[in-house]
């Protein structure tokens, strides 16, 4: 074994040899081979096992130990200058190292100590301080985001080698959050970071169709700032290429079926065809993704449908494993470039129906939202709800999509289609649901069969003023026939007299109904997404459900996504990371502060979409809509300022006000118009539309000084000025501040790192970051953050400008 | 090559061969025999032989007698020239049909003089019938046998002498059983076998690969045989069409986009003749399975079809209409008057197309999946997904009547026109039944109108499209045809609001209401439209949709009927029995009245109600008088006459309790005449001490059944569709060049 293992070494070819180009790529003395081959598909055979990962990890460790201290001393351009000659050691290194580490693998604890001994004998450094680094990175508080951090501000390729293999051992969902920093480094940052970022992202792309896309879609957006020459032969645009080749599908067979028993970092199981397959790589490879290709088909015979537009089919290089998704998505993406050339608001609605019609015709498939939570297939899109947002000249708009829960989108069989018609055939014509009706008013309203034998003698009287007298009890059982509320008379048994109705019950309880569902706006051609966006939640999955062939299905949910096209979401989602970063740092620190980042799904840098909040109507449709001011509102939605639920709400608005407020003021958040701010049902309120923060605010009319929006609609929701709530508003926003404080560097971190290589507005000039961290206020005592805050709330409530903007948002756009 | 046996002939002659790809056939030369016997009669015959090159591939032929052939083509296969066909005109039937017969058994390739064969076998006196019968059942057998040869040729002369044989032997036999007619066609102890063959072939060719002009003379053929009777369900063969059924043929054809575009709408109209083939008397296979479809893509497929036929006809309507009223003339003519309106209307009238009507009607009335289709948007994009073959050779027109416009089937990419208005079948229909409804003068259009009628019954009593009818969500702008008539200006097109498709069909019944009282009154349609209105009503108070419509006008509407059958008493009740119109009229207004709280949109629009029936109380009050009048008196309308009383207690109610109100309001205020403002504020104060009756069974109505009310005017109904189909199905359309050019390529 030992004897082969030099003459293969470009590409690894035996489960239990480490995998020697993992060791040069982690090895940091070694000046990497910067070959194209390293980009493309040789790097395919590359094999990731978790031991492997594992080992490379202390291996690499210990070289930090030595050369962290190296790093420090030295300036990064000496460093540079020391490179060269680096290269004969590693010639040594991997003959050497697989020796070495296989020995320690039978005591990893004492891996450590080994090694940094002899790393010591060989290249004489200072232990102490590498052991602080070391023992950070192996404590149990090294987590994603110092990972992240050290990834980003490390210039040591060693410790950035390390990192890359310790990603491997953080749960996945925590460096998911990550990605867009990961990915944005590796397109912008040097080779060492990118190298030491690959094989993590190489072996995710492996396991996971989502994370596959996920990373595609991200490589291109980030890459898009980049002048077109360079971006062409990026690396970001390379792997970026490789991943929608397909060719980084699971490894074994036996992983396409059942990845779940897939072991997080060994995909090849089989010797046998992992040997064959490093033999000629390439070939290999293309060969096996055929082969896998037409497994798929079988497998999924929703493919085909997905794949029934020509221009698919047409481009057979398109790989499968992938596509479906990708011509949902683009199919989506299709119909919103298509919306935007219509003209009005009404065409645009007809004609969002009538294509996502069509959509449905090729549903179910294997496809996903990939803002939900948990794994599904989408079955149906619920066509005649979707509504189109209010844009000025795009064309948002909001879907709502049925999907069928499942264990896993990858493995689990595509559901089988139920024509929409199909419903009809559950329920009997009798029994077809009542639109909306509770049971009691079903039970009222419903008619059975005339009682035509009643008929005639009810009829022998035929002079109007006998109709005053009252008649026997000769219609107690057709009681089916009677406007409802005179059966509700009947069966409270007050009066046995169904035969004559006061017409003035008739108008009463007309304008009685039409008074009770006062919560329900009225259609607005201009404004389609107000009644839509207004019908609570659960009542709209109840409809919806009911509607649906797929509703009777126990795994059966209603998702809803807003598809943007031709919007920039990047700068979103770089928000929603920083409100989810804070959320959690307030929940870490137990602040009451309640936000509501909602999901950005980045497709490219002009298109995506956005998890809409549910439940949740913009300001400005609250006061068109209703009139109102916002406390009237409230009082009108959730009762008396006595009442229970009118405090909650309030408690609600108090908080989340806080939280946006303190959101508004870190991050810069401009544009703060009414259609901006959401209001949902139990009285939040939701910060939407990021397009303006930190260094960019719009058209720089210079609108807006103040800090957040506090108008004194807010102020009296919250009681007034002198009210205990707009005290604990202020308290909040200062508790919420210290906490934000303490964590300063988790935030600047995310937009740190996102700056890298980027045109966006948000980084516009120099001082993005300076100015965002001053705003943290590191140096104030927390009396004089008190003071701070009060100056805030106190500027931003006597701002003109806030009065000034909606006056000009009035104006210009029709918001309120 | 060997053998050369050619004679000189004069004209007229027979060019034969009998050879086959280069051996002797002993049938043929027999025949040749046989033919040679007869040629004392005038028949002289030429024998080619094979090899012989003096003909040249593809030289036309022509002949000018009248005979088997009048034209003809040389066609060089692989070892030389086979066929030079030409005619002769034979004193006998008996030599005619032996002829044709040698020529199917000698592979030879012309086409037959369809006209000529028909009126041949019409010539055939009744004792050579018998002579011939064996011929002709030998002809019938080779051309079954011909449907499964390789060569299309073949195939297509085989389906055109098997069109000529129907049709023929038909017009021949018109009194006789269709048990005659199998006999004389096939014989009876082998009609069963030669007609499961003969569907089996169909089918097979209907489902191939092979070529698209083959695939629609199949349908044509059975078009034509579908057709042969006046009446569909004494065509005693088509017996043999229910047992050998082509259902999943016509099916798949609906469900492939391509072959839809190019067969789609004869499928179709088959499809319909089919499944009315003893509809009342027996199981008819067609129904049954036609009820239980439910694959959404065929569906689909149908109801684009029907939705391209009724496209292209309200296009050549609306052009015709543009056309007319664009020139100074046309400007000149309404100056002058209505009159002359009449006259550019019948100018107007395109043929309308009850074929393609009846299958919506069937579709819709026996296959309660095919109610989505309705509502299936139709955006062009759809029809993008395929058309991969530019062939579609055949630039003939279906049936000759209004064929599905290729371009639009085949249009690949929606043009992004923003005036483009998303449309659907049901829109579509709405617009078509618009303009079939503004004349019903003609016995055509009036079953035109009554099976639109008829159809949006069906529409109207089935939930789903109730459903998607009052969708809030599907808002559409229909605009619908409205008849030009001197008091009213017509509707700027641009100002119909989206509306949910309801108002479109109310709209489209108060329009029928207010435009048809005249003398000759179409009680029919009257009666249907009034129950239309009914069941939207009743499914509005069931399911407490509140309908934000103006309502209004269909009261007016209704009154102004009311007024025109008071008015018009004598007139109509000599032939109809008003009561029961004017019954349901009032019973609307009753559903309203006691109902209105479940579905009317405004609190306001239930006092316009009261202050609309106190305004006309008028004509409620006469009609009382009418009613009360004739239910005291003796006669066939007593019992009718005083339902209508009876019905009529709560709008007399109404009006007996607001206008002595409304007088001394008047009387108090000193004001002569009340505004309407005025007036509902009287209504609005006064309705406490109003109590109403309520009635039973407002909410009950009759379930449309099409046995045994309707299945006379079915009957009528599929009797002028196929005569208008048989007279349409030429198969001389297809053009034989057509045909031959792409065949000749083939072999």
Redo the contacts between chains.
Sequence with gaps: MDDTEPDLSPTPSDQNSPSPSLSISSSPSLSLPSTPSSEGVGELSLVIDAEVAQRACQEVLQKVKLQQVEGDVTDPQDRVGQDPPGPPAPALTPTVKPLKIREEVDDPEGVAPGSVKSARRRQRHNPSKQSWLLRLFESKLFDVSMAISYLHNSKEPGVQAYIGNRLFSFPHEDVDFYLPQLLNMYIHMDEDVGDAIKPYVVHRCRQSISFSLQCAWLLGAYSSDMHISTQRHSRGTKLRKLILSDELKPAGPRARRDPLTLTPFCPVTSPASGGEHSLSPSKRTHQRSKSDATVSISLSSNLKRTASNPKVESSQDEPVRLAPQREFIKSLMGIGKRLATLPTKEQKTQRLISELSLLNHKLPARVWLPTAAFDHHVVRVPHTQAVVLNSKDKAPYLIYVEVLECENFETSSVPIRIPENRIRSTRSVENLPDCGMTAEQRAGSFSIVPNYDNDDEAWSVDDIGELQVELPEVHTNSCDNISQFSVDSITSLESKEPVFIAAGDIRRRLSEQLAQAPTTFKRDPEDPSAVALKEPWEEKVRRIREGSPYGHLPNWRLLSVIVKCGDDLRQELLAFQVLQQLKSIWEQERVPLWIKPYKILVLSSDSGMIEPVVNAVSLHQVKKQSQLSLLDYFLQEHGATTTEEFLTAQRNFVQSCAGYSLICYLLQVKDRHNGNILLDADGHIIHIDFGFILSSSPKNLGFETSAFKLTTEFVDVMGGPDGDMFNYYKMLMLQGLIAARKHMDRVLQIVEIMQQGSQLPCFHGSSTMRGLKERFHMSLTEEQLQLLIDQLVDGSMRSLTTKLYDGFQYLTNGIM | MREKTVKKVKSPYVYVSRYINGSECRKCSEMLLNLEKISDRGIILRLNAKGSTNVNKSRKVQTDTAGILTEGYCETVNSGPLIILCSYTYSTSTMFFSLLFFYFCSSLMFQVNLEYLESKLESVDGEEVQRIQDNINSLFHHCVQALGEEHQIKVVNALQTLCALFRGVHQKNKSASGFDIINMLMGFDKAEQRMKDLMERLDSLLCGDGSESLKSLCLKLLLCLVTVTDNISQNTILEYVMINSIFEAILQILSDVSSRGQHGYDAVVLLALLVNYRKYESVNPYIVKLSIV????TLDGMGMVVHQALTEYNRQYKDKEEENQGGFFSTLTSMVGSMFIADADEKLSVQTNEAILLALYEAVHLN??F??VLA????E??IA??P?TPTPTTPTTPLGTTPPSLDMMNNPE?P?D?NL??S?LLITFLKYASIVMQDTKDEHRLNSARLCLIILTCIAED??AD??L????????VNLHRMPMRHRKKAVDKNI??RPLVCAVLDLMVEFIVTHMMKDFPMDLYLRCVQIIHKLLCYQ??????LHYTWRELWSALINLLKFLLSNETTLLAKHNIFHLALLVVNLFNMF??????F?P??NS??ELYYEIVRMHQVFDNLYCMVLRVSTNTGQWKEAASKV??AL?NV???I?HFNPKIESYAAVNHISQLSEEQVLEVV?SN??????????????FERYSEQPKEAAFFKELVRSISLNVRKNVSLNTLSQDVLLKEFSTIS
């Design positions: 439910d694959d959404e893509p309660r999946n109610i989505t299936q948007s139709h955006p994009i759809d997904v395929t991969t929606l992004l923003p208005q998303t659907n939930q789903y459903a998607f009052h969708d809030d969500n599907m808002n559409f702008r609001p989206s108070k069931k399911c407490r949709i509140r009245i006691t109902y209105g709280d479940t009317l405004t609190s239930y006092d009383t009876h207690v007399r109610a109404i007996n609005r309705y406490d001490t109003l109590t109403l009756k309520l009635q039973d069974g407002l909410d009950q």
